[in-house]
């Protein structure tokens, strides 16, 4: 059963999203910012940091995921549509809005094939991480409501 969700729910899943994806590019600002600073304007400053065009991209990109998440992934606007649909309009959502600022924002050259399969290889290594989580998580949840159910049977 899902929570009542609020728009304060909803900020709050932008910015974890927004964290999580901010801490990924750190990360690789850290170990391969100054190999792509040539490359790419996600890392223009190296191992310094990052911009804050970069920082706004991110968090219109986390946004972008927040409300394909709603729009796909609940049963808030499209109740009629199976769960592998929802999840291949899901995904094919982000990756389109990815490409897209790829392209207008410079993150690679789009005419170097590996650049789009790094993009890809990174895309996919993050997606199952996602799903990975998203499962143990869903699991955790079921477990506390069998926990719960079997008491309050029980009790009876």
């Not at 996919?124 to 949840?141: D, F, N, Q, Y």
């Amino acid at each position: 059963m899902e929570d009542r969700k609020t728009i304060f729910s909803y900020i709050g899943q932008l910015f974890a999203t927004y964290g999580i994806i901010v801490s990924i590019f750190m990360i690789f600002s850290v170990t391969i910012g100054d190999m792509a600073k040539e490359h790419s304007t996600l890392f223009e400053l190296g191992k310094q940091g990052l911009t804050v065009a970069t920082l706004f991209q991110l968090l219109v990109l986390a946004l972008i995921i927040t409300v394909a998440q709603i729009l796909f992934l609940t049963d808030k606007l499209i109740k009629s549509m199976n769960v592998i649909a929802r999840n291949v309009c899901f995904f094919g959502c982000i990756v389109a809005a990815m490409v897209v600022f790829a392209i207008c924002f410079d993150w690679f050259p789009i005419n170097e094939v590996r650049a789009w399969v790094g993009f890809g290889v990174s895309f996919v290594i993050c997606t199952a991480l996602s799903i990975t989580i998203s499962k143990l998580e869903e699991r955790t949840e079921n477990q506390k409501m069998e926990q719960a159910l079997a008491r309050l049977q029980n009790e009876k």
